[in-house]
């Protein structure tokens, strides 16, 4: 094959691969597509660059191809502009040092089958912060960490052998914690009101969907209907707002966007790069699946990744301060009728799965 032919069938394959997550459908082979706006822009612009290098632009067909490819390049970019690290943030940077209100978290999946806790616990000490959330956690996990935990008084504990084991520690008081499974009686959350230093009271969600992959999940109902449902919590919710974990799902996908949008919430990443913390085995095929979102209350006065601690996911440490005052400085518009209907369809869709999977089983 000529490098021409090469590159125009490259450039059908990207075009293709733009068109697919437009599709309204949850089968794991088209989310996954959601994921590779970073590889098909870098992708896409090389091909665009070698193209033009190349050869000549002189037939009718070379144009439409590379308008095309252009049209995809921008698509692209246009995904995951929001973060470059331009500043424009959406989740403002700390206005005032009010330590009482201040607060820091550390968020690591750190593989159930990852058997070096030293490298985490050296992490933690490092950042020293004042919430620790643990995804991917079983029995074996809890106890590792435990010369670490053991000095945080407020724990929710739920070790689990089948990857979703999740344990929550928190030097500021925990009230009213509870345990949900709200899609699957084997997936956990956390939820809990955080007492902050100066009395303040926050609402605090941890979670961890399952992905839309064949050995998962063949389809993202699941993880799309305890984002909803957790979205649906954060609308009502009477206080300011944290959710936090592993959410399988990239801040750009319509998901992630409905999720933040019905919610109310705010991207702490937006502005600020993209801080991929998935696959951190691989310097090419990474994404941030690991989040945090806020209501508009907050400010953010540091984020940054962890250090490596053989997982296959990088840590997330943020430090927040609620801010109430400046609330309305980047409050975010409310969601659509439509917006708010299609997350409620999505919640009852996988809800009828689940009772079919029950009738058949």
């Not at 193209?51 to 067909?61: C, G, H, L």
């Not at 009101?193 to 969600?205: A, D, P």
């Not at 449902?229 to 959710?243: G, H, N, Q, R, T």
Request: proline share 6%.
């Amino acid at each position: 094959m000529t490098l021409k032919g090469f590159l125009q069938v490259f450039g059908i394959i990207a075009i293709v691969m733009t068109l697919v997550p437009l599709v309204a459908a949850d089968f794991w082979w088209i989310r996954i597509f959601d994921y590779l706006h970073i590889q098909l822009s870098l992708l896409t612009l090389t091909a665009i660059s070698a193209y033009f290098i190349r050869f000549d632009i002189k037939r009718a067909e070379d144009y439409i191809f590379m308008v095309a490819l252009v049209a995809c390049f921008t698509f692209q970019v246009i995904k995951i502009y929001p973060y470059f690290p331009h500043k424009n943030y959406e989740v403002g940077q700390v206005t005032e040092e009010n330590f009482s209100n201040k607060f820091s978290l550390y968020a690591a999946n750190v593989l159930q089958k990852n058997e070096n806790p030293k490298l985490v616990l050296a992490d933690i000490k490092k950042q020293n912060p004042d919430i620790l959330l643990f995804t991917e956690t079983n029995t074996r996990w809890k106890d590792d960490l435990s010369p670490i935990t053991d000095t945080y008084p407020y724990k929710v504990e739920i070790p689990l052998d089948n990857t979703y084991g999740m344990l929550f520690y928190s030097r500021l008081e925990l009230k009213n914690p509870e345990i949900k499974y709200l899609v699957d009686d084997s997936i956990p959350s956390v939820h809990s009101i955080l007492k902050l230093r100066s009395g303040e009271e926050v609402m605090f969600h941890a979670i961890h969907p399952t992905p839309p992959m064949p050995q998962h999940n063949p389809s993202s109902s699941d993880r799309d209907a305890e984002m909803m449902k957790i979205a649906f919590m954060a609308k009502d919710s009477e206080l300011p707002v944290i959710v936090a974990g592993d959410f399988n799902d990239v801040a750009w996908s319509s998901t992630t966007a409905l999720f933040q949008n019905v919610g109310g919430l705010l991207n702490t990443r937006i502005g600020r790069g993209f801080y991929n913390t998935f696959d951190a085995t691989s310097s090419i095929m990474r994404w941030s699946l690991d989040h945090v979102f806020v209501t508009e209350e907050f400010r953010v006065a540091d984020f940054k990744l962890g250090s490596s601690i053989d997982s296959d996911h990088y840590p997330l440490y943020i430090e927040l301060n609620l801010e109430p005052e400046k609330a309305e400085e980047q409050k975010p518009e409310p969601a659509t009728e439509e917006e708010i209907k299609t997350a409620r369809e999505q919640i009852e869709a996988q809800e009828e799965e689940s009772k079919e999977d029950a009738q058949n089983n």
